[in-house]
């Protein structure tokens, strides 16, 4: 009867030492895990009115991980209102950053500015599984070095869970995978008190209709094999502006593809602002190699330097959508690709509605931006 | 640091080294070549991609773990044993038509949830019993369990690799319908047709129904179903009212339905049921912890990356032979995975077809990826549910429709357009 026991007590032993062990690794790597939530600190340039929650203008919000700044900016003139936003993807960190840099540049002569770098807050505190993706990338700026998170796709899964089979997108019941539950460019125009997704897209929804904005950017970034790809997209309410723009960026020397917002795709930003609110909705699309399949060695410089032979390769057989070669597709350029389509799209909009002017600027020339590092734009740390 | 190739090939010798030499779990094996693909890329031991990568899974192990509960519950409760003899006294008079409709009603799990271990594990326990009572051999039993689960994922209304692969390319789940049930029921059919057609005679109900168990039916009535109803009309709400069931997920649904098993029939003891199925699914589900690691160390070291630059650098015909053998290898590790990383690249690739033909195509191949070892989820639990201890002999038996389905597939692929002519719209 002995002999029974000892196995017994041998298996016990095995278990709670793997279960040591397996709490010793989830110890050790929760760090890493928790310091993804800590959100970095942005230094607004001066013509900052105010900051405001989201949860503001959506209650729903107040104290949930969906909840995020919004930077309003005011001019001493008066004119239109101007909404940007990045981070809808927290992948795409081209426009995280671009709102960041024109967080802490912006001037702003007549009209109203809103800024969201953070447009799914609770995407930036996690990376998807199985994409590799570096946590954070780093930026040398005169005064220090500055870390940004890289985050996910979707809404972290501990915030907002279990998915559902299929996610009936609200409004169009257009049907889509059950992770798309959780992609915010998925969930507009929102649900007030819908899930935390819909309930970030339905503030943003309503931050435009609450203030009239008269233009409203979401920022995005893709993989280079993505077919809308270096792309305005525009609805049948911005088009207007939009193909003003794409003739004055060819005229100086930027290419940008002009693709029209599908009437029928349900739940993306151009197509739902366009159908609910008064806004003339634009998508901005950059080409980045770390959000590719095909893509080599995943780390924080390929996210920001942008360099790949993978992609140059891909680029020779012809499976991508963008030209690609050893000198990659830098932050740097994509960056400033949406600098100059913004630039341009105000422009235009100004030309249209001179009543509505929104005069601004402060940013960093794109062409002087290409030819230099995004940190010695930043404000030091 | 070493080329994409060279890290690929260290991987899979320290897995293969893991299995056949040192007898190590498979699941043990996959992060044990992961952290030896990391270091010799110079990235040491990523402590966090390891766990973030082991995570992947964390939805289909919740699933896999609480159907096995599930199905334990139906068994001991008595109810399995019942339907399954119901199933034979009503149809035994035509066997074609048994193994026809036992195909569809296999199928139909997968085509509500999209996912075919759940469908091998409600349906497909249910049917083991009949089928095997017919004369199948169980192996063979277990390959048409598997091979419908796998139809029956990719089948329409739900088509989970069908969405990933068009969500890549934000193309709308619309209009698959048809091009799914093309893809997926002829073939079904007349691959269960083929595996049982040798061993279909004349039934002699007296003879086999004492080989189905007891009928505790007629002490416990309708109640003794009842476990099936809650699961069935929990699942159908999900689909059908999604904005009320949205947070219900399909694990949780198991687990009501395993609860409801322990008091509706027979009296069991369910948390050893649960003890019980829970150790039979332990091997799996530590591949799928394994498999995640696996992957997140090929992405993060560039061999997946190459992979597809490779498959898709293909000339043309070698393009079908690559996307032929890629993407069930692929989806061995996850079909959904495949979809993903290898479907998106494929369907662009074949621009100029019909992408919604191309689409269904593309699913299928993702989809044979649970029937691929060393994974091989639908075969694993289909050998489970057969009581057969060698999940390998029905893999064997899963071959030759695996290969019929691919040639269909790029069938599919080659006529994508005339098909899409012909499809009503």
Not at chain 1, 95 to 106: C, F, I, R, S
Not at chain 1, 159 to 169: F, G, L, V
Not at chain 2, 29 to 44: E, F, K, P, T, W
Not at chain 2, 372 to 399: C, D, F, H, N
Request: glycine residues 10%; charged residues 15%; contains cysteine.
């Amino acid at each position: 009867m002995a002999r029974p026991s000892f196995r017994a007590s041998r298996q016990t032993l095995i278990a709670a030492g793997t279960l040591l062990a397996v709490a010793l690794v989830v110890a050790f790597s929760s760090r890493a895990f928790i310091e993804q939530h800590k959100v970095e600190a942005l230094h607004p340039s001066p013509a900052l009115k105010r900051v405001f929650p989201l949860s503001e203008i959506n209650p729903n919000l107040k104290g949930t991980p969906g909840d995020t700044d919004v930077y309003m900016y005011e001019g001493p003139g008066k004119g239109g209102s101007l909404l940007v936003i990045g981070g809808s993807h927290a992948s795409e960190i081209a426009g995280t950053m671009t709102v960041a840099l024109l967080v802490e540049t912006l001037k702003v002569d007549a009209g109203t500015v809103f800024l969201i770098p953070h447009a799914n807050a609770s995407a930036m505190t996690h990376d998807e599984p199985q994409e590799a993706h570096p946590r954070h990338v780093f930026f040398d700026t005169p005064g220090g070095r500055r870390a940004f998170r890289l985050g996910a796709r979707f809404t972290n899964p501990v915030h907002q869970w279990p998915d559902p089979i299929t996610y009936a997108q609200p409004g169009s019941g257009t049907m889509l995978a059950g992770a798309e539950t959780r992609n915010l460019n998925r969930a507009f125009p929102g649900v007030e008190n819908g899930n935390l997704t819909e309930r970030i897209a339905w503030g943003i929804t309503e931050l435009i209709r609450r203030e009239g904005i008269d233009l409203s950017f979401d920022i995005h970034e893709s993989s280079p094999e993505y077919p809308v790809i270096n792309a305005i997209v525009a609805s049948e309410t911005s088009q207007d502006v939009a193909s003003y723009a794409a003739i004055s960026l060819q005229s100086d020397g930027w290419e940008f593809a002009l693709e029209p917002s599908p009437p029928n795709f349900h739940g993306l930003s151009h197509r739902e602002w366009t159908d609910h609110t008064k806004t003339r909705p634009i998508l901005l699309e950059t080409a980045s190699a770390v959000m590719g399949r095909l893509r080599g060695p995943t780390n924080a410089d390929l996210a920001t330097i942008g360099k790949d032979p993978q992609y140059v390769k891909a680029a020779k057989i012809g499976a991508i959508s963008v030209p690609f070669d050893e000198n990659g597709i830098s932050i740097e350029v994509r960056v400033a690709r949406d600098l100059a389509a913004i630039a341009a799209i105000v422009s235009a909009f100004n030309d249209l509605v001179p009543d509505r002017a929104i005069l601004v600027g402060g940013w960093p020339d794109p062409k002087e931006l290409v030819e230099h590092k995004l940190g010695d734009y930043l404000a030091a740390p | 640091m070493l080329a994409p190739l060279w890290l690929l090939l260290i991987m899979l010798v320290v897995f293969v080294a893991c299995i056949v030499l040192a007898r190590l779990p498979n699941g043990l094996a996959l992060v044990l070549a992961a952290i030896a693909g990391s270091l010799a890329a110079g990235q040491g031991v990523p402590m966090h991609h390891m766990v973030e990568g082991a995570f992947a899974y964390i939805d289909p192990i919740l699933l896999i773990a609480t159907a096995m509960v599930f199905m334990a519950s139906l068994e001991d409760s008595g109810a399995l044993g019942s339907i399954s003899r119901s199933l034979m006294i009503g149809l035994h008079r035509q066997p074609v038509l048994l193994i026809m409709g036992m195909t569809i009603f296999i199928m139909f799990p997968g085509m509500i949830t999209g996912q075919s271990t759940a469908t091998v594990l409600t349906t497909g326990a249910i049917s083991a019993p009949v089928l095997v009572a017919l004369g199948i051999p169980r192996a063979k039993v277990g390959a048409m369990i598997a091979m419908s689960a796998v139809y029956g994922m990719i089948a329409p209304p739900i088509s989970l690799p069908t969405m990933i692969i068009g969500s890549g390319v934000d193309m709308p789940y619309t209009g698959f319908e048809i091009p799914l049930l093309i893809a997926t029921l002829p073939l079904a059919f007349a691959v269960n047709l083929a595996l049982a057609w040798p061993h279909l005679r004349r039934i002699d109900l007296q003879a086999v129904l004492p080989g189905l168990g007891e009928d505790h039916a007629k002490r416990y009535g309708f109640r003794l179903f009842l476990p099936l109803v809650i699961v069935g009309g929990l699942l159908a709400a999900i689909r059908m009212i999604p904005a009320v069931s949205a947070s219900v997920g399909v694990a949780l649904v198991f687990m009501i339905g395993a609860l409801a098993g322990a008091v509706t029939g027979r009296r069991f003891n369910l948390a050893r049921s649960a003890q019980r199925s829970l150790r039979q699914a332990l091997p799996v589900l530590g591949i799928l912890v394994g498999v995640g690691a696996f992957i997140q160390v090929l992405t993060l070291v560039g061999v997946r990356g190459m992979m597809v630059v490779e498959a898709l650098a293909l000339p043309s015909f070698w393009k079908y032979v690559g996307v032929a053998v890629m993407m069930p290898l692929f989806g061995a590790v996850s079909c959904f995975g495949s979809a993903s990383v290898l479907g998106v690249p494929f369907l662009l690739s074949f621009l100029g077809h019909n992408e919604i033909v191309v689409g269904a195509a593309l699913s299928m191949f993702a989809g044979l990826g649970d029937l691929v070892p060393p994974t091989a989820l639908a075969s694993y639990m289909a050998a489970q549910v057969v009581g057969e201890p060698k999940y390998l002999r029905v893999a064997k038996y899963t071959a030759i429709p695996g290969i019929i389905t691919i040639l269909w597939a790029i069938g599919m692929i080659l006529l994508a357009n005339p098909i899409a002519r012909i499809i009503p719209r």
